[in-house]
Structures are given as C-alpha cells and as structure tokens.
C-alpha cells in the first residue's frame, strides 16, 4: 500500500501535520466532490420531482437507505436491519437513553471517563427520572486490562439496568475490552449500549462479535466522513423497547432499523458522500486501515519513549498496553501547560494536536493518512521543547 498516495487523496496542505482526526477527520477530495456534485444534481432537477411515494431522493429521512445500511451492516458486523442512520454517536445514545421505561431508582453504570455526549444524556434522566448512575473510577494511566473488568463488574447492583460505557475513550484513547464487559452485562441482564464515537476506521469492528445490545457511532471521526454521519445498531430482541425520541410517519415500519432513523428532511447529498468515504475504507481494506492506525499509534509512543529527555519530561497519560492503545496518544510535560504547547506546535511547526483538558492533556491522533515522517517530526519537536 502507498500511503504517500493515499495521503494525496485528502486536500491537507503538504506543510500542515494533521494530528487531531480524534475530534474530526478530513475528508477526501473524491469524497468532497461527491457532495459538492451531488447537491449541484439535487438543485439541478428539483423541479423534476413529482414527490411520488417512491420518488423521494431529494430528502432523505422518508426512505430506508437499504443499501448503506446493508453496507454499513456488511462492513461492521450487523444485521442492515438493526443499523439506523443517525447524525453522530450523541444521537444514538440519547436514542437508547430517552427511548427507554425507566423507574425512580433504575441504576446504570458508566465510568469517570465520558465524553459528554455519552454522559450527559444521563444526567438528564437523573433531573427527570431519578434514575441512578454509578460512575466506575478508572485510574490514569491504566495498563491492565483486567482492572477495566473487574472495576466495572464491582458496580453491578440489583438495580443496575444498563451498562454504557465507551468502545475507545475520548480522552485517553483507551481500548476497552468490550467483547468482556458486553458478556458480564448479558449474563447480569442487563443492556449494553456502547460508545462507539471513536470506532469505525480506528480499530475493527464486528458488533455481532461483541455482541453489544445497542452501539451508536460516529463516522466522521476516523473513517473520514463529512460531518453529520454516523448510525446506531439496535439489537432486535431491544428494539421494541425503544420509544421513538423522534417519529414520523413510518415509525412502526416492519424494518426496525428505518424505524427509528425518523429524522425528517435531512440532506442526501451527506449520504452520497458517505458512501464515497466507505469505497476509500473498503478499497483499501479495513484489516489494512487499521494496522495502519495502530502501527502509526506505536511509532509515536515508541519514539517517545526512546528519546531519554522525553522519558523524563512527558508522563504517559495514555495506556501503553498493546492490547489497551491504538491511535490515540494522550501526554503531558511535567512543566509546561498542555494548552501552551499545543499553540507552540500550531504556531512555530503547523503541526495540529489537541488539548483534551484536565486530567488528560495533549491528544495526539494517528490517523490512516498520517505519514511516518510527520510522527517522527512531532516527537522530534516535543524533544525541543524539553
Ligand atoms: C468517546 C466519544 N463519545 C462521543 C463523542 C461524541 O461524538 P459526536 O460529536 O460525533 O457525536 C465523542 C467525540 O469526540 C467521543 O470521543
């Protein structure tokens, strides 16, 4: 594979060093130009449109999406009927969140390291509902993968209903052992609702093999999809307990997957470029993508870990455990404030990393299109700063 190449296909200037896709990713161009020419199309034949039942390609939102849900559902392990298309992972968490009964007491579990997008919607529901969430403390750095398990497990109660916890964690990129945890709260009883924001073209995925009960992702991270894209798996046996927390008028359509993507209208034109991003994932294989990822992810932290000023400087906040990282590297210099250095990085090297906050600090995002040199020019800069 020529990476060099591939990251030609993406409009990143040749001197900016891209480092944060963990929030967004860029777009390719092919990608680009099948939403700019898909919209121009849409604008073009407007008045063509007769609005039949069947004829509906100008607003999405009222028709299935068959063939990117069977191609989602192909991709990443699921039945396309139990795939819904959503805007992003919040979406679909606050679907399973507020779509579910709940009782004054109803306890779920999380843990202390939530993107707000998967926290919040709890928080909520202990304001409307009083139901109960018991926040699992994992410790910074964590680098045993049995200590994930066995704190979470300790938080099962009688009154836990749900477990929701992340795929990968926002902040520290910590890859959590969710085949496992999906098991134990199968075999409690209890749901289980994965955080998958930061999956799809960061590390495989099979949700049938993890066997989650509902998984929301967000596609515009990794995969590189315009903004607004993403989908929720809905197992079939909890579709039904799921109330719509938006319906329209096939809310009780055979296809469960349909069912609860009620959106209205939405814009075509984002779909069609999804689909362009989903031939560049495919071309050039998943299995590849993301090694790719992973081994990029490697380099860095042993790059940084073999300068001998760095190993004394940055503290690792991120795990180092093979089985625990991927392309998310988290540090942060014993004396300088992660803010400072990141407008250093941006303003002297226009190298882009990102500040994640307290207790976290720098978030560096390796990516299927970042180039070995870029890594090594990183780690050399942050060996200046020391
Ligand atoms: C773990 C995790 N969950 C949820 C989100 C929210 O993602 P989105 O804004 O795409 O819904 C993010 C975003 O960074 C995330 O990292």
């Not at 209208?265 to 689909?275: I, Q």
């Amino acid at each position: 594979m020529d990476w060099h190449a591939f990251r030609k296909r993406f409009p990143l200037p040749e001197d900016e060093i891209f480092l944060n896709t963990g929030t967004l990713g860029c777009a390719a161009n092919s990608v680009i130009d099948k939403l700019c020419q898909s919209q121009r199309k849409l604008a073009a034949t407007i008045a063509n449109w007769e609005y039949l039942n069947d004829d509906r390609e100008w607003i999405t939102g009222y028709t299935p999406e068959k063939n990117l849900r069977n191609r989602l559902g192909r991709l990443f392990g699921a039945n396309p009927s139990e795939i819904s298309l959503t805007q992003n992972a919040t979406m679909g968490i606050n679907f399973i969140a507020h779509g579910l009964d709940w009782q004054q007491g109803d306890e779920i579990i999380q843990t202390n390291q939530e993107h707000p997008g998967a926290r919040c919607p709890w928080e909520v529901l202990t304001e409307r509902n009083g139901i109960v969430v018991r926040q699992v403390h994992l410790p910074i750095p964590l680098n045993d993968p049995a200590e994930i398990l066995n704190r979470i497990e300790s938080a099962f109660t009688e009154r836990t209903k749900l477990l929701a916890v992340p795929h990968i964690t926002s902040g520290l990129g910590t890859v959590f052992p969710v085949k496992e945890l999906c098991a134990l709260a199968r075999a409690k009883g209890v749901i289980s609702l994965i955080d998958g924001a930061q999956v799809p073209g960061h590390v495989m995925l099979n949700i049938s093999d993890i066997g989650a009960d509902a998984y929301s992702a967000s596609l515009h991270k990794w995969l590189f999809a315009p903004a607004g894209n993403g989908f929720l798996y809905v197992q079939k046996e909890l579709v039904n307990r799921i109330w719509h927390t938006q319906s329209s008028e096939a809310w009780k359509d055979p296809d469960t997957g349909f069912r609860l993507q009620q959106r209205g209208t939405g814009n075509p034109s984002l779909l069609h470029a999804l689909d362009a991003a989903l031939d560049i994932f495919e071309e050039t294989g998943p299995q590849n993508w993301c090694l790719r990822v992973k081994t990029l992810g490697d380099i860095l932290r042993r790059g940084i870990q073999e300068m001998p000023e760095l190993r004394v400087k940055l503290r690792f906040n991120t795990s180092t455990h093979p089985e625990l990282c991927a392309g998310i590297t988290t540090i942060e210099f014993a004396d300088i404030p992660s803010p400072k250095v990141v407008r250093h990085l941006w303003d002297n090297c226009k190298i882009r990393v990102r500040d994640v906050g307290e207790p976290y600090g720098l978030r560096i995002s390796t990516a299927a299109y970042t180039q070995e040199y870029e890594v090594d020019k990183l780690v050399t800069k942050l060996g200046e700063l020391c």
